[in-house]
Each structure stands twice: as structure tokens, then as C-alpha cells.
């Protein structure tokens, strides 16, 4: 089975440019989620989308950071403007359901540097 | 909000010596315990998991168990190798999605 697709692998922009993010499921998988990684940090959930609707945002700075995830299936995230502070590994993943019984499945992540 | 909270690191040991990762969760209800395996340069693999009280999980040596009482799920394994060094992070499942902690750097010495 193939695993969660994520590109770019790595990102280096300028603050306040716009840069965005893909994410490809494992098939079937109707839970998708992003999480940021700063470094020296745990994973910390932005945004969760049961099939193509959203779940969970209460995390995601909504005045810079957006996400979609159409049809159901592949999803991006894009910051614009970017921050100094958005530095970090963006990681994408998916699952069949929720309570432990399925797992979660992570890509490789993105990671993005802003100078 | 709920949280986990795992020992700080970095944790450096001599190979074949005992390993002990610390994590705690909060007690809302009874979530999913998992632990995650960061090797440099590579993302996330689920390590264990355990998904009711007294369950263990285990995998590659490493043990872990879900201790109700004292809301724990420590991390385990008897005999390190070169090859376990690693982030590991401990993670909980609160309503259909995973809440980290910090991650603990495991470095280990031949």
C-alpha cells in the first residue's frame, strides 16, 4: 500500500511571501490532518478533515493559514504571508477512523524555513 | 486541554543498557496511547500502541503499558542498540485525533 504522499520535501521562502503545501492520503483513508513540528517540538494538530469537510480548525491561525481539501481525496494548506515564527515541518496525515483501531499514517513532511 | 507530557532529553546510553522513557496523559476519559519513532531525516512511524487499561503494546523490544491509576504509559526496552537513536514521541487519541508530547532525543554509544 502506498503511504501519504507530501510535497515539496523542503520550502525556503522569504517573510510575507505565500507558500503552499500538498498532501495525497493513503486511498480510502477519509480522515486527513495537518500538523506543524517546530523544532525541539512536538507535532501540534492545525486542521482535521473527515471526507471534504472540516472537522477541527480551532487551532489554525485562520488570518494567514488556509487548507481544502476538495473532492475528498488530496488536500493543500497555504500560508500567506509567512512568518518567521512558520518555520517548522508540516506534516500530513491519514486514517480509516479514529479510537486506536486503524492508526494514523504520517508522509515524510514538508519542511519549510522562512528567512 | 488535555496533554501529554513526556521526560525531557537528551537520553544517552551505552549500548545493550536498560532504556525508561517517561509520559503521562491526561485523564479525560480513556484515550488511545501510542509511541512514535523519529529516526534523523525520516518521518513519524507508529512504534506501539495500547488502547485500553493494563494492555502493553509492544514491537522491535520496546514495551509499553497503560497504567490507569497513575495515567502513564512509559516506554521500554531492555538492551538499546546504535540503531534505536531517535526522537520518540508519546502521543494520545482525544476524540479522534493525536495530541503529542514533546519528544525525547534517545542517543545511544557503542
Known amino acids: 500500500e502506498a503511504g501519504v504522499a507530501q510535497s515539496p520535501r523542503y520550502k525556503i521562502i522569504e517573510k510575507r511571501q505565500s507558500v503552499a503545501f500538498w498532501c495525497n492520503p493513503i486511498s480510502g483513508h477519509a480522515t486527513l490532518y495537518w500538523y506543524q513540528q517546530i523544532l525541539g517540538q512536538g507535532p501540534k494538530l492545525l486542521i482535521q478533515f473527515q471526507n471534504n469537510g472540516v472537522v477541527d480548525d480551532s487551532q489554525l491561525p485562520k488570518d494567514r493559514f488556509s487548507a481544502e481539501r476538495l473532492k475528498g481525496v488530496d488536500s493543500t494548506l497555504k500560508i500567506q504571508p509567512a512568518k518567521l515564527e512558520d518555520s517548522a515541518v508540516y506534516l500530513c496525515a491519514s486514517s480509516l477512523g479514529g479510537q486506536g483501531i486503524y492508526g494514523y499514517t504520517f508522509g515524510s513532511g514538508t519542511r519549510l524555513t522562512v528567512v | 486541554g488535555n496533554s501529554v507530557t513526556q521526560m525531557e532529553g537528551p537520553v544517552t546510553l551505552s549500548e545493550e543498557a536498560f532504556l525508561t522513557i517517561n509520559c503521562t496523559y491526561t485523564?479525560?476519559?480513556?484515550?488511545?496511547l501510542f509511541w512514535y519513532v523519529q529516526y534523523p531525516g525520516e518521518g513519524l512511524q507508529l512504534l506501539l500502541k495500547a488502547t485500553k487499561a493494563d494492555d502493553k503494546g509492544s514491537n522491535k523490544g520496546f514495551e509499553a503499558t497503560y497504567r490507569k491509576e497513575t495515567t502513564s504509559f512509559h516506554l521500554e526496552k531492555g538492551s538499546v542498540q546504535v540503531s534505536d537513536s531517535a526522537v520518540y514521541f508519546c502521543a494520545a487519541e482525544y476524540g479522534n485525533k493525536l495530541v503529542f508530547g514533546a519528544g525525547t532525543i534517545l542517543r545511544v554509544k557503542s
Open positions: 485523564a479525560t476519559g480513556y484515550p488511545s
